[in-house]
């Protein structure tokens, strides 16, 4: 088992390696993908939670007056000590430390597949949400078809070259990381929040999971 350091080192390089090359083309498209709903002109209070070193700030359309960054980790929180956009948090990945019915929109991307009882953590989400807000969520398709084919790309051609690491460390890497797969995830959103959805997959658009790589769905409360 990799100890805490060597784990941490590992999750950096793996960050780093999806905003390059070809799986940053496609993290970008997804970013913007996400900005492609009819709301409104402006959101007051908006939360991204799990934003990591990377937020979806410079993509959000909408203008807004307070940014707020829920993170689970420190070194996150430290990065945005001199955002003046931004006002980061550091919370225990269960409850978030805002007053109910707060935001006006609540951001989590490629962030869900991550988190403890992801059901739990949409009510908590939707609890801090204002009546008529806006949640919005971005998912890999882990592990759809396409998704497996692209991994196991990374796995035998890049994940040498880029992280130095084996492929056994790498889908270790991975293992840690998506502990949801998109076929519960989306189970719980249709099932909870039936009426209330607006779905988009990327790239083909076609409703399902197996041929496309992301998933961005829209929750009006």
């Known amino acids: 088992m990799y100890k805490k350091n060597e784990f941490n080192k590992l999750n950096s390089l793996y960050n780093i390696h999806l905003y390059t090359g070809i799986n940053g083309i496609a993290m970008r498209y997804c970013h913007r993908n996400l900005e492609s709903f009819k709301g409104k002109e402006k959101y007051d209070n908006v939360l991204e939670i799990g934003a990591g070193t990377a937020p979806h700030i410079n993509y959000v359309k909408h203008k807004f007056d307070n940014y707020y960054i829920a993170e689970t980790s420190e070194a996150s929180i430290k990065h945005y000590e001199n955002d003046k956009k931004i006002s980061a948090v550091l919370y225990d ?6 007053e109910n019915n707060f935001f006006d929109r609540i951001i989590i991307f490629q962030a ?17 949400l204002k009546n008529g807000g806006l949640i919005s969520i971005s998912l890999p398709t882990d592990p759809g078809i396409l998704w497996r084919l692209g991994k196991l790309f990374t796995k035998h051609f890049t994940a040498k070259r880029t992280y130095k690491i084996s492929s056994k460390e790498y889908e270790y890497l991975l293992s840690t990381e998506h502990i949801n797969s998109i076929f519960n995830l989306i189970s719980l959103i249709r099932y909870n929040f039936e009426n209330q959805i607006k779905e988009n997959f990327l790239p083909f658009k076609i409703k399902l999971v197996d041929v496309n790589l992301f998933y961005n769905v829209h929750i009006t409360k």
């Not at 990945?93 to 805002?98: A, H, M, Q, T």
């Not at 059901?119 to 989400?125: A, G």
């Open 93 to 98: 990945g269960v409850k978030l430390p805002f």
């Open 112 to 128: 869900l597949e991550h988190i403890n009882n992801p059901e739990n953590f949409l009510f908590e989400t939707m609890s801090k």
